[in-house]
């Protein structure tokens, strides 16, 4: 019995203890921003620093290698390979960041990259909070940060945070003049640069959400006087794109930017319908929570329940939404990502009506919450506790780069990787000189060399060229799996019959059955 009351008693004290806390942070006059920044470094650390480079990550700093060890900012080129589909502003910054830290690295991307993306938290707070209080402008702010669109790519340096955070900098601007009651020739020139760097980041397509969304305001609202503003801001945004694709263009490039832009797939209708079916059906998760309260938020005003919020709201409704739908009509293939610029938009709508709707439709909030809490807590779980129980899960492009560097130290020199098979995310971590070449020219090669290949190339290689002699060095993840290999060039032509055995070992391994390891 004694036992049992002491227990009781020290339940007791920690549980006051832990009410007190609470209640001292509530009481604590903490500036909303700055729950935004903890709550960004919540999600974005320690996962920034454990995971590996994935998605797309690789290429953008592959890019930002070429400009800064080979020279090539203007005509960007990917180990050795030109690469101009489109500008890659997020790789020049980069490599400028690496130009400074004496060398491009997975930070010199992600860096730059965390850091726009908690611009865009910021931005969206500093619109929300004149209409709310403070906790729903840092719902807003939470809006951006944990819509699956962004989630997925929280700590992943790819241009699309980059594209959306500078064109929404330039609606932040514009809304600034316009509650200010005039949008003044310095503010559009400002706005101008941003949206230009918006399109020095994935060309001038996506500057649509701004062009079509302010513009449609400044029409609705017969703003005639933002007109010539608007005309400046929009030719200073598209003119260093059009300059950047004129200074790289060769034959062929139009081709090839066309195919980028999905323009030259040569769809049939029932794919282009299959196609944009999968992409309306699926923005329905990637824009959640805003895609909880789009529909509700336009009913509401047609209806003019919101008259205090209305100007920012049909503002913030047509940045989103029109973009969105030139997308749903896009003659080619889209993705989902194309959209996530009207995901800044949709976040100014969310942080207004928790405010707005906080008691009045309860359900509709209860639910948005539910969603960005629910996000939230995953992104902190994943960096927190998932990630470092088990990292070798999520650095296995890292694990890769060692065994390759490792390699390495017995043979210093260029590595040479195929073109086609080879992961750029695997070769960020790689320090040593690289070099990608289409299969055909790794057969031509007239020095001893190390390569990254896949069986089936090893394969091609072996019949192109059979003096060559290919010493298997170590086997990488994948699918397929790639080998780190070294090429002798002019070797006896009674070695091919070796390497053609071991070929058909390393096939025969790939289907999981016993095999000799060794020299090929």
Known sequence: MSQAIDSTAVTQIVWTWFLRQVERVREAEIPGWVWVVLLWALMAFPAASL?????EEGTVIGLA?????????????????????????LSWIAAAFGSVTGGVGVWSA???????????????????????????????????????????????AEPDVTLSVLMFGGFFLWWRGVIRGNVSLPRWICIGILLALSGLTKGPQPLAFFG????AYILIKRRWGDVAGFVLANAIAVLPAAAWYWMVMIPGDVEGWLHHSRLAEGMTASQWLRDHLD??????????PGSVLLIPAIIAMRRNELPGDRDLMLAAILYATLGGLVLLVWPGGVATRYAMP??????????????????????????????????STALIVFGWIVIPAAPDIFRQSRIDAQIIAGVRATMPGTIYAAEMTASANVLAYVPAPLR??????????KAPALAIISPAEMAALAAANPALRIVSHARLSGKPPL????????????????????????????????????PL
């Open 51 to 55: 995971r590996g480079t994935h998605y």
């Open 65 to 89: 290698r070429g400009a800064l060890e080979d020279g090539q900012w203007r005509a960007p080129h990917l180990y050795g390979l030109r690469f101009v589909e489109r500008p890659v502003l």
């Open 110 to 156: 992600r860096l730059p990259h965390l850091l726009f993306l908690l611009a865009g938290g910021l931005m969206v707070y500093h619109l929300v909070l004149p209409h709310t209080r403070r906790a729903p402008a840092v719902f807003g702010a939470l809006c951006w940060f944990a819509c699956p669109m962004v989630a997925q790519k929280f700590v992943t």
């Open 212 to 215: 079509l969304g302010v513009g």
């Open 279 to 288: 992409f309306a059906l699926s923005m329905i998760m990637e824009w959640a």
């Open 342 to 375: 009207g995901n800044l938009g949709l976040a100014v709508i969310g942080g207004i009506l928790f405010e707005r709707w906080w008691f009045s439709r309860h359900w509709l909030i209860a639910v948005a919450n539910t969603v960005v809490i629910g996000l």
């Open 436 to 445: 990608r070449l289409p299969a055909p020219e790794l057969a031509r090669l």
């Open 483 to 518: 080998m780190v290999v070294e090429i002798r060039p002019n070797a006896a032509a009674g070695h091919s019959n070796a390497i053609q055995a071991g070929l058909q070992a390393d096939l025969v391994a790939d289907t999981g059955r016993p095999s000799k390891q060794g």
